[in-house]
């Protein structure tokens, strides 16, 4: 921490070599003093700034959302553990762990609302708090952990439409669409006993409703099942669905940038309104930075049109030159000159999107949907 707050004075004040301004103490001290909701307002005003100005990338008119949770370690203290609880490993240690979720605007690579909660809270409660920037005109991919006859109530009253993909066993309907070899099929859906309390609890409506099932192969041959309330099939076609269901692993490269590229778990501090702090302000450094390269990327398609593949701004590279000039961002009376300069060197380091490359995953469920195919 001592070694970022010299660099942090270096570059404020111009010098040659590191200065020492501050020591870590008395940053602690004064941190304690900051609530993160501060970076919280910030990320606001950069959603508001690019929905207003720059994010009008859509599928089939649809705005195109993802909803995608994960978990965090944390500084293992009692306050910490308190809060937002632990795990005990196999070798008896006890892990500090926090729950994160984030919602995404997938074409144009924003993080619109993160949360971090503690690891008791599930994804589906932390998707239904994501659901308040979800409206018309939304389609929201989910991951196979999602569907619940609730959540859909509450998607379809946003006026919002779903994506997901189902596992077996979870409905009898969806389990004998996979037996029966089909391709796609329009289902009548059922709530359980539990869910219709569940829509009571929440005040919603628990009638069976109408949702579309359709039987995805992937390239390399395994098959996954698709839940979906786009209904009607001459509009959206059964062949649009497996490229709209791939896209949803741009929410998976988005955490990748925020745990490796930023270091999401590297804690400045041990405190939980530290940990709150550091969470959203990286959050918002991946959002500054994802409309910075928004524009570069813009100049990047009009120069390289004519090559084989499309290119596009190196990420990690971008965020990597964010760390210090940000610091100048913030304390520059006119930042325009040094932005422009920022997007330059955006663009001195671009790469060619090759589409198709895969890398094969083994879940245990892939070897299920390999043993029910054999059977029929």
Same mark, same amino acid.
């Given at each position: 921490?001592?070694?970022?707050? #010299?660099?942090?004075?270096?570059?404020?004040?111009?010098?040659?070599?590191?200065?020492?301004? $501050?020591?870590?103490?008395?940053?602690?001290?004064?941190?304690?003093?900051?609530?993160?909701? &501060?970076?919280?307002?910030?990320?606001?005003?950069?959603? *508001?700034?690019?929905? %207003?100005?720059?994010?009008?990338?859509?599928?089939?008119?649809?705005?195109?959302?993802?909803? #995608?949770?994960?978990?965090?370690?944390?500084?293992? *203290? %009692?306050?910490?553990?308190?809060?937002?609880?632990?795990?005990? &490993?196999?070798?008896? #240690?006890?892990?500090?762990?926090?729950?994160?979720?984030?919602?995404?605007?997938?074409?144009?690579?924003?993080?619109?609302? /993160? =949360?971090?909660?503690?690891?008791?809270i599930g994804e589906c409660i932390?998707?239904?708090?994501?659901?308040?920037?979800?409206?018309?005109?939304?389609? $929201?991919?989910?991951?196979?952990?999602?569907?619940?006859?609730?959540?859909?109530?509450?998607?379809?009253?946003?006026?919002?439409?779903?994506?997901?993909?189902?596992?077996?066993?979870?409905?009898?309907?969806?389990?004998?669409?996979?037996?029966?070899?089909?391709?796609?099929?329009?289902?009548?859906?059922?709530?359980?006993?539990?869910?219709?309390?569940?829509?009571?609890?929440?005040?919603?409506?628990?009638?069976?409703?109408?949702?579309?099932?359709?039987?995805?192969?992937?390239?390399?041959?395994?098959?996954?099942? =698709?839940?979906?309330? =786009?209904?009607?099939?001459?509009?959206?076609?059964?062949?649009?669905?497996? %490229?709209?269901?791939?896209?949803?692993?741009?929410?998976?490269?988005?955490?990748? /940038?925020?745990?490796?590229?930023?270091?999401?778990? +590297?804690?400045?501090?041990?405190?939980?309104?530290?940990?709150?702090?550091?969470?959203? /302000?990286?959050?918002?450094?991946?959002?500054?930075?994802?409309?910075?390269?928004?524009?570069?990327?813009?100049?990047v398609a009009g120069s390289y049109? %004519?090559?084989?593949? *499309?290119?596009?701004?190196?990420? *990690?590279?971008?965020?990597?030159?964010?760390?210090?000039?940000? $610091?100048?961002?913030?304390?520059?009376? +006119?930042?325009?000159?040094?932005?422009?300069?920022?997007?330059?060197?955006?663009?001195?380091?671009?790469?060619?999107?090759?589409?198709?490359?895969?890398?094969?995953?083994?879940?245990?469920?892939?070897?299920?949907?390999?043993?029910? #195919?054999? $059977?029929?």
């Open positions: 921490m001592q070694d970022e707050l #010299d660099g942090f004075f270096k570059i404020l004040k111009n010098e040659q070599i590191c200065v020492r301004e $501050v020591s870590k103490s008395a940053l602690c001290k004064a941190i304690k003093k900051l609530k993160h909701s &501060t970076f919280e307002e910030l990320n606001k005003e950069v959603s *508001t700034y690019g929905y %207003d100005n720059i994010f009008h990338k859509t599928w089939n008119g649809f705005r195109l959302l993802a909803i #995608d949770g994960s978990t965090v370690r944390l500084p293992k *203290t %009692d306050e910490i553990i308190e809060h937002f609880g632990a795990w005990h &490993t196999a070798k008896g #240690d006890i892990c500090a762990i926090g729950r994160v979720s984030f919602l995404e605007y997938i074409l144009n690579d924003f993080v619109v609302d /993160a =949360l971090i909660k503690p690891k008791k932390m998707a239904n708090q994501h659901l308040t920037h979800v409206g018309v005109n939304d389609l $929201v991919l989910f991951d196979r952990g999602y569907p619940a006859f609730w959540l859909f109530q509450q998607v379809r009253l946003k006026g919002a439409e779903f994506c997901m993909r189902i596992n077996n066993g979870v409905w009898k309907v969806v389990d004998q669409f996979f037996l029966s070899g089909l391709n796609e099929r329009v289902v009548r859906l059922k709530p359980s006993l539990s869910s219709i309390n569940k829509c009571k609890k929440m005040g919603l409506p628990f009638r069976p409703i109408r949702i579309r099932l359709l039987r995805i192969t992937l390239d390399n041959g395994q098959t996954e099942v =698709l839940i979906i309330s =786009l209904l009607d099939r001459r509009k959206y076609l059964y062949e649009l669905f497996k %490229d709209l269901y791939a896209l949803r692993w741009n929410i998976e490269e988005k955490y990748k /940038a925020a745990k490796s590229r930023i270091q999401l778990e +590297n804690w400045s501090g041990k405190s939980v309104e530290s940990i709150y702090q550091d969470f959203y /302000a990286k959050i918002f450094i991946l959002n500054l930075t994802s409309i910075l390269t928004y524009y570069a990327n813009e100049q049109s %004519d090559r084989k593949h *499309t290119y596009q701004i190196n990420m *990690t590279q971008a965020l990597s030159k964010m760390k210090d000039i940000i $610091v100048l961002l913030f304390t520059r009376h +006119n930042p325009l000159i040094l932005l422009k300069k920022l997007i330059t060197l955006f663009l001195n380091t671009i790469e060619p999107v090759r589409k198709g490359r895969s890398y094969r995953r083994k879940h245990q469920m892939q070897q299920v949907y390999s043993i029910i #195919d054999s $059977v029929r």
